[in-house]
């Protein structure tokens, strides 16, 4: 998607998260800044979201990811993730979502 990513990742160490989010946002964006200069306006966001999911949905997960595309043709990636928050009741401060 032009806008986001989707990420499926097994960690064995949660701990190790932020700095694994930190060096893929990093190092993704010096290649693409090496690969493709005309990006210039190319930035990550300043924050992410992240779900934990139990491993009988996981198939469930790669096909909605596979399928993303589809998925946003009816209702935009911002669209789905405010209602994905509410769906789940988690609450979040309107100044930091979606950056």
Not at 39 to 61: K, N, P, R, V
Request: aromatic share 16%.
């Amino acid at each position: 998607m032009p806008d986001h990513v989707h990420l499926l990742v097994e960690l064995s160490n949660l701990d190790k998260f932020s700095h694994f989010v930190r060096d893929l946002k990093a190092s993704s964006s010096l290649w693409i800044h090496k690969n493709f200069p005309d990006f210039t306006d190319f930035a990550w966001q300043e924050g992410y979201g992240s779900f934990s999911t139990s491993y009988s949905a996981l198939e469930s997960i790669k096909k909605y990811i596979q399928n993303q595309k589809q998925h946003h043709a009816t209702m935009t990636f911002e669209e789905k993730y405010l209602k994905f928050l509410n769906l789940h009741d988690i609450k979040y401060d309107d100044r930091f979502v979606l950056g």
